[in-house]
């Protein structure tokens, strides 16, 4: 039975991360889908009523709060469920895999804002130096990944590994001009296994 509701965007790679975790933990069947069409300068009245950033995900408990940003709505699903956590509940680990969650959202953040400007803003305003640094942002932690931290990604599908893998979608959906796999093929190879997995099979946004 749904207790809780999913503010939800099947393009936002950020809301793919809170449904692939839901698929993850057997927590599907807890949450009705809320889908809701918003951009950088148009909101949803209903999701800004109760989440006054306005941005998805966006997550309504049972008792009415609602938890916005996926890395909070996914660290709360994760105390949810009775499997291993998907995150190392204390020590040096979980500070190395909180980092490395943080540097997949940072690649999203920096390829939907990409989106926006190449695709939103006027082609005379589009600021080419800026598009230029997120671009390099997205290097950087692409060759940063494959350099440092295949073997973590291969440990396990924590969240973590749910971040880089939805990340790597949303370049391949967006951004395809990347290229990323012929620069790290490491990389390609640990996606290629993964994105078989049914919870990011079930996720898969359409083109």
């Known amino acids: 039975m749904s207790t809780m509701t999913l503010f939800h965007s099947p393009l936002s790679p950020f809301v793919r991360k ?12 807890r949450v009705q889908l809320q889908p809701v069409n918003i951009s950088p300068v148009s909101g949803d009245p209903q999701l800004n009523q109760d989440n006054p950033i306005g941005k998805i995900p966006a997550l309504r408990l049972e008792d009415g709060t609602v938890l916005h940003d996926s890395r909070v709505i996914c660290e ?6 009775v499997g291993l956590p998907l995150l190392p509940r204390e020590g040096s680990a979980r500070w190395r895999r909180m980092t490395l969650v943080s540097q997949a959202d ?7 804002s990409s989106r926006y400007e190449s695709f939103l803003r006027p082609v005379d305003k589009r600021w080419d130096g800026w598009l230029q640094a997120q671009g390099d942002k997205i290097r950087r932690s692409l060759a940063n990944l494959e350099q440092e931290h295949l073997p973590e990604l291969m440990s396990g ?7 880089v893998a939805c990340a790597l979608g949303y370049l ?9 796999r012929e620069h790290q093929p490491g990389l390609a190879a640990w ?6 997995r049914p919870s990011m099979v079930a996720t898969a946004p359409a083109a």
């Open 191 to 196: 996606y290629a296994e993964v994105v078989k």
């Open 76 to 81: 709360y699903l994760d105390l949810q469920h």
């Open 157 to 163: 599908f924590d969240l973590a590994a749910i971040g």
């Open 172 to 180: 391949d959906l967006r951004q395809p001009e990347f290229g990323w």
């Open 106 to 112: 940072a690649i999203m953040d920096a390829a939907v």
């Open 18 to 29: 809170v449904m692939v975790v839901l698929h993850e933990t057997g927590q599907l069947e």
